[in-house]
Nanobody, 123 residues
Framework: QVQPVESGGGLVQAGDSLRLSCAAS????IGWFRQAPGKERVFVAA????????TYAESVKDRFTISRDNAKNTVFLQMNNLKFEDTAVYYC????????????????????WGEGTLVTVSS
């Protein structure tokens, strides 16, 4: 595997939940990012290699949960109480060395990017 692979996007109504998956190496620190229509790509959440440390963007910290199952080489983004403004293409990105703090501070430092999966929230 040379890049993360996202899946799980779809069309949901405001207030619904959705879980995104990212096939990713256990050696990677993982971040989720999103790009809404006409907007710049922004940070959403990040998780360390072991899954013991996480960090979130202020806009999602009370609704989204990032986790990983290293036995399955998979990172998840559980999204609850989705809002219209959550509509975006969601990207899973990987970093070989660093911290979740630096990933949040500088998304451009990510080493590998997935192709993205579209999440559309209707209102």
């Amino acid at each position: 595997q040379v890049q993360p692979v996202e899946s799980g996007g779809g069309l949901v109504q405001a207030g619904d939940s959705l879980r995104l998956s990212c096939a990713a190496s256990t050696s990677w620190i993982i971040g989720w990012f999103r790009q809404a229509p006409g907007k710049e790509r922004v940070f959403v959440a990040a998780i360390n290699r072991s899954g013991t440390l996480t960090t979130y963007a202020e806009s999602v910290k009370d609704r989204f949960t990032i986790s990983r199952d290293n036995a399955k080489n998979t990172v998840f983004l559980q999204m609850n109480n989705l809002k219209f403004e959550d509509t975006a293409v969601y990207y899973c990105a990987a970093k070989e060395m660093g911290t979740i703090v630096t990933i949040k501070a500088d998304p451009r430092s990510m080493d590998y990017w997935g192709e993205g999966t579209l999440v559309t929230v209707s209102s």
